[in-house]
């Protein structure tokens, strides 16, 4: 019996269907295409309650959001606070201690034993943006190496970083010069070996004209997939040979996702720069390029900022945030709910031949479903089939892959064993439908 979902309307319900009329007729209709038909009313932890009444697993974390949950009381307490202080000045103009204080918990949690710099904007792929700018800047090169399956943002620059085409390039072009795309090298899906990376890398580009390669240390949007043995490590070698900074693009996997801080730190790496965003601030539009202090500091004055970044009431959630994680051990409990999943998700893949790869680290997972294990061919449209029956019934699951074959687990990490396990007895029930249905 559901301890947790509540449906007491057919989905979406009456007031979700009425408001869906009034974003027709005003919002763009790029932005008309929500995973969730149903319209949020309130939402906490991991439970999110629409207009209409009915309550649901939220298993999307508000696409990778909210690490500590909807609504942390402590995140709000301290939104509410700034907000009676003051709600902006721009940090050039009027510097205020917020700002500083995010700054200083992320240089002292980055790995690497050399000092750091924080700069602080809005976004994932501001961010993104931003590192490249201080890559080229110091290294007075413009190459830039990224990955295939990649996703960095939908900015021109980021745009052109990402793999997909549809629906994030097509119409969109033309795209910035100077990328460079080269196989991410997984277990599951391998295209080269890893001792062979650096040779096709010298037959696409000149090392030496390369500013930075820009890694998700484990890919997001691309189905989580995580790299091979070594492969991180031979990014690291091959860049410091060629003098080319190595980026770690953490939007999606960091803040405590994968049982570490900043997923990179499952590997013996440091990079020159990492990016960060998403559940930074619970939500709130705060990114951050944590560099090497001789890299950053070179830069002149207001080459790089904005109006809004590093707003005082999104630093505040950010700082809550990165306290929250610490002191409540939300790191292990990434590894726990890493592990609860499995239990699940390993039985499932004995069970239904759909499953080909069940793979993550920490609370950050994924299933890869195909049509046929050995071919490994992409079942896209059942993916989609599974998704909407858990909305059917009360549990939000994110797809992601390039095919749109793959379902990811951005959970809350305050989410309860009883809350995952009752959203799971859905998920598997869809599962088992696609399954027959193949």
């Given amino acids: ?24 007729a005003v919002v763009a209709a790029p932005m008309c295409d ?6 949020i009313a309130e939402g906490h932890g991991a439970l999110v309650t629409d207009v209409d009444g009915n309550t649901f697993i939220d298993l999307t974390g508000g696409w990778g959001c909210m690490a500590v949950g909807h609504s942390h009381p402590r995140v709000v307490a301290a939104i509410k606070d700034q907000a009676d202080r003051f709600l902006h000045t721009d940090f050039t103009s009027v510097p205020y201690e917020p ?3 995010v700054c200083e918990k992320l240089a002292r949690l980055a790995p690497g034993t050399f000092d750091k710099s924080v700069a602080l904007f809005n976004s994932g792929a501001e961010a993104i943006e931003n590192a490249v700018k201080i890559a080229r800047h110091t290294t007075g090169r413009s190459g830039v190496v990224v990955f295939d399956r990649a996703f960095h943002g939908r900015t021109l620059l980021t745009m052109t970083m990402t793999h997909k085409a549809k629906p994030y390039k097509v119409g969109f072009g033309p795209f910035a010069s100077d990328v460079y795309r080269m196989p991410f090298i997984t277990p599951y899906h391998p295209t080269i070996e890893v001792d062979e990376w650096e040779r096709l890398l010298t037959t696409y580009v000149d090392p030496s004209t390369v500013a930075c390669i820009v890694v998700e240390p484990i890919q997001g949007e691309g189905g989580f997939r995580v790299p091979s043995d070594g492969f991180l490590e031979m990014l690291r070698e091959v860049s410091k040979k060629y003098g080319i900074l190595l980026v770690a693009d953490e939007i999606q996997a960091g803040a405590g996702r994968t049982g570490k801080f900043f997923s990179i730190e499952n590997w013996d790496v440091a990079p020159d720069m990492i990016c960060s965003a998403k559940s930074l601030a619970a939500g709130m539009p705060l990114s951050a390029v944590i560099a090497r202090k001789d890299i950053m500091d070179k830069l002149p004055g207001s080459s790089i900022g904005g109006t809004y970044v590093g707003n005082p009431v999104a630093c505040r959630a950010a700082s809550e945030v990165i306290d929250i994680i610490q002191d409540e051990h939300l790191l292990d409990r990434a590894v726990a709910l890493g592990k609860l999943i499995r239990s699940h998700w390993d039985v499932w893949k004995d069970k239904y031949e759909i499953i080909g790869d069940v793979r993550g680290i920490g609370a950050m997972q994924a ?27 009360g549990v939000l699951v994110a797809g992601s892959g390039i095919y749109g074959n793959c379902i990811r687990m951005l959970v809350s990490l305050e989410i309860t064993d009883d809350q995952l396990n009752e959203a799971f007895a859905v998920m598997e029930t869809a599962v088992a439908h696609a399954n027959a249905s193949r």
């Fill in 1 to 24: 019996m559901a301890q947790f979902i509540s449906l007491k309307t057919a989905i979406p319900g009456p007031k979700s269907l009425e408001l869906s009329k009034r974003e027709a």
């Fill in 34 to 39: 929500a995973l969730s038909p149903a319209w």
């Fill in 99 to 101: 700002y500083v204080a």
């Fill in 367 to 393: 299933i890869e479903f195909v049509k046929d294990r050995t071919t490994r061919e992409p079942a896209t449209q059942l993916n989609g089939e599974i998704i909407k029956e858990c909305v059917r019934n």
